[in-house]
């Protein structure tokens, strides 16, 4: 599994999300189950998937698939 | 007691914090000990394979961050977070020394809560977890001359009590140890006089020696408390009866 699929399945846990509903409209705001406690699983599976820990402001700004993509890719992680 | 078990203590320089991380190597953890200063005692201790010293300032994000990813990749896990680190004053309401209380909030209050939000992701991810926070019986009481202190200790014993509410469903344990006065080495040498009488109000009639106090860090750190979460344990030979 690449890191783009290990990224997806992080929404697939979280969601139930498939990969082609996946995109840049896939965010807070367009999805009604995206909550504070769901942002929080996705950070912490983000974390432990890709072994990091994130700073409170990343944390913040996960609130889209394209905003996590992006907060991976400033800690190093290429997709 | 804690065989197997990793623990980050801070304010391990002295006092509490040392005998706390002495205590908890005795009992088989592998202990980070962290202090801005003092950590020399490390290299004498006949523990140096299992207490690792770290000097850093806890107001430093960064630094704390560095520390606990150091710990995570070592260990690949944090069991036990003892909050000892402490900055204390005595000074009446009019005297306040706002410099001074806003680094105490700082110390006292935002580290340690920093250091809580850090540990407890690790520690939610392992599904376990015991964290000790060090209050005072002037966090809940309330104290002449000690405005400031107990406003900021009043502070940890609430930041206990809301996290506990938050980390319980994930099987983390948050606790605050409310000591009443602690014969440190600082005490003994500059306070005791001062406060010579309030020592014999004391209903043991002495002060608690800081292995005292590091003993409820056991009990509060090891599986025997495992029940046990969002309280203030007082430790203070009666004062507070």
């Known amino acids: 599994m690449n890191n783009l699929d290990k990224y997806n399945d992080i929404f697939a846990q979280v969601f139930g999300a498939k990969v082609e509903e996946l995109g840049d409209s896939y965010s807070k705001e367009n999805v009604s189950a ?25 944390i913040m700004a996960c609130t889209s698939y394209n905003a996590g993509k992006e907060i991976l890719a400033k800690n190093g992680i290429e997709l | 007691m804690l065989q197997g078990k990793v623990a980050l203590i801070t304010g391990a320089g002295a006092g509490i914090g040392k005998a706390t991380a002495q205590l908890f190597a005795q009992n088989g953890a592998i202990v980070y000990a962290v202090d801005i200063k003092g950590l020399d005692w490390v290299a004498d201790s006949g523990f140096q394979k299992t207490i690792i010293p770290i000097e850093l300032n806890i107001c430093d994000f960064h630094a704390v961050k560095e520390a606990v990813l150091r710990i995570k990749k070592e260990q690949g896990k944090i069991d036990i977070l003892a909050n000892i680190a402490g900055l204390i ?21 935002v580290a340690l809560i920093y250091l809580m939000q850090l540990t407890s992701r690790l520690m939610a991810r392992q599904h376990s977890g015991s964290i000790i926070n060090m209050a005072s019986m002037v966090g809940a009481k309330g104290a002449k001359g000690q405005l ?46 001062k406060f010579a009488q309030k020592i014999n109000d004391i209903p043991f009639g002495r002060l608690a020696e800081p292995e005292e106090i590091a003993q409820l860090c056991l009990f509060l750190a090891s599986d025997a408390s495992m029940y046990i979460t969002g309280q203030v344990i007082g430790i203070d030979g009666g004062i507070t009866m």
């Open chain 2, 89 to 109: 004053s005595y000074e009446f309401m009019s005297m306040i020394d706002f410099d001074k209380f806003r680094m105490m909030l700082e110390v006292n209050v």
């Open chain 1, 34 to 58: 995206w909550d504070s406690v769901h942002q929080l699983n996705i950070i912490s599976l983000m974390e432990e998937i890709f072994d990091l820990m994130l700073d409170p402001e990343d």
């Open chain 2, 148 to 193: 400031s202190y107990s406003a900021s200790k009043g502070a940890v014993i609430a930041a206990t009590k809301s996290a506990a509410k938050e980390l319980a469903e994930h099987a983390i344990r948050v606790n605050a140890i409310a000591p009443g006065m602690v014969g440190s080495d600082r005490f003994k040498a500059v306070l005791a006089e």
